[in-house]
């Protein structure tokens, strides 16, 4: 969020300074399984699932211009993602949701990027990889993908250092007051003093939003990873829960787990991730894990995003879909933060909703 709004700024014209404390948990810009995706964003909430869907439309030009601007090759797939079904009784379920997603399109005379396949359609899609017994199918969007989400970050920070941004890493804020027209910040690096503020920090919004007295309704989730070594290139899009990355390694995710900000890995998880595995590709079984982790998800109370200006010139940024969402930040948030109206795109992500 912060690499990707401060890039939007520097962009713009605004002299921007961005603070990032090293943390010794792994946080959700570096731990996420890298994601670009839309068909699972928004039951029930149209303004979310239609905010995604125009964030990964434009997730192409966006990376395009990120890589040329950069020189970094982000491994962007789009045109292909799968929420994948084990048995029946996920199918069905899975079905509903699609068709709920649907309906509520329907109803705003829109569409929603995704459709119900059968197994025998799905191991067409595979290849040559046998899908295990268990899979019935799943929901396919031909607009959804991947990213490397650890290159994403680089080649945004970097872009805004090359623009004039100034980058301070491992760097703490310890308080935080508004004096006159001005915010007072005392960080480990020394006293600073801007005229706006932007918490995009995750988790860390917690505590930052507290030093200006405003409480906000974020809760962390668990979620362990597995990687396996590189293998030969089988998985030509990514699924929900299992991907190969650029260099042919396999990404095996997720768990969703509330335990607070614990972030132990357990083999408890690990077994039941490598069982799910198996489950789809038996032909995994021969793979070794290589790494494995553990990272804190940033939800909200309702899984929505909140963009919302906390008081004068102090702007609170929030949401679990940092990837998906990188380009619609980088490009509408800042004009907004600049002092501009409210993109009708996010006017109802706003604090209120959680006080009705």
């Known amino acids: 969020m912060g690499a990707a709004v401060g890039l939007g700024l520097v962009r713009s014209g605004a002299k921007v300074l961005m603070l990032d404390k090293i943390s010794d948990i792994h946080k959700a810009s570096k731990a996420n399984f890298g994601l670009?995706?839309?068909?699972?964003?928004?039951?029930?909430?149209?303004?979310?699932?239609?905010?995604?869907?125009?964030?990964t439309l434009g997730f192409k030009e966006f990376a395009q211009w990120i890589e040329q601007e950069s020189h970094i090759d982000l491994e962007l797939r789009l045109g292909a993602g799968l929420v994948l079904s084990m048995g029946e009784t996920e199918h069905t379920a899975r079905q509903k949701i699609i068709e709920q997603m649907h309906q509520e399109a329907a109803q705003h005379a829109e569409t929603h990027p995704s459709r119900m396949l059968d197994r025998t359609e799905l191991q067409a899609l595979v290849g040559d990889a046998p899908l295990g017994e268990k899979v019935s199918g799943g929901s396919f969007s031909t607009i959804d993908g991947d990213v490397n989400p650890l290159l994403l970050l680089k080649a945004m920070r970097k872009i805004f250092i090359q623009r004039?941004?100034?980058?301070?890493?491992?760097?703490?804020?310890?308080?935080?007051?508004?004096?006159?027209?001005?915010?007072?910040?005392?960080?480990?690096?020394?006293?600073?003093?801007?005229?706006?503020?932007?918490?995009?920090?995750?988790?860390?919004?917690?505590s930052l939003a507290a030093m200006v007295g405003k409480k906000i309704p974020l809760v962390?989730?668990?979620?362990?990873?597995?990687?396996?070594?590189?293998?030969?290139?089988?998985?030509?899009?990514?699924?929900?829960?299992?991907?190969?990355?650029?260099?042919?390694?396999?990404?095996?995710?997720?768990?969703?787990?509330?335990?607070?900000?614990?972030?132990?890995?357990?083999?408890?998880?690990?077994?039941?991730?490598?069982?799910?595995?198996?489950?789809?590709?038996?032909?995994?079984?021969?793979?070794?894990?290589?790494?494995?982790?553990?990272?804190?998800?940033?939800?909200?109370?309702?899984?929505?995003?909140?963009?919302?200006?906390?008081?004068?010139?102090?702007?609170?940024?929030?949401?679990?879909?940092?990837?998906?969402?990188?380009?619609?930040?980088?490009?509408?948030?800042?004009?907004?933060?600049?002092?501009g109206k409210k993109p009708d795109d996010i006017h109802r992500f706003n604090l209120e909703r959680f006080h009705v």
């Open 164 to 206: 004039g941004g100034h980058f301070i890493h491992g760097c703490s804020v310890n308080s935080m007051e508004r004096k006159n027209n001005t915010y007072l910040i005392n960080t480990t690096e020394g006293n600073i003093e801007v005229p706006k503020v932007v918490m995009a920090a995750g988790l860390g919004n917690l």
């Open 36 to 55: 670009v995706w839309s068909q699972s964003k928004g039951l029930g909430n149209r303004d979310y699932s239609r905010f995604s869907v125009k964030a």
């Open 220 to 339: 962390p989730q668990k979620g362990q990873l597995l990687v396996t070594q590189r293998l030969k290139p089988f998985l030509p899009f990514p699924m929900s829960g299992l991907r190969q990355t650029g260099c042919g390694s396999v990404m095996i995710g997720y768990t969703q787990e509330n335990t607070g900000f614990e972030v132990t890995t357990t083999p408890g998880a690990a077994a039941q991730l490598a069982q799910r595995a198996l489950d789809i590709f038996p032909a995994l079984a021969h793979a070794r894990v290589v790494r494995s982790w553990a990272g804190l998800r940033v939800l909200t109370k309702d899984g929505a995003p909140i963009y919302d200006e906390i008081e004068e010139n102090a702007y609170i940024l929030a949401t679990h879909s940092c990837v998906t969402l990188a380009s619609v930040h980088e490009s509408l948030l800042p004009p907004w933060i600049l002092g």
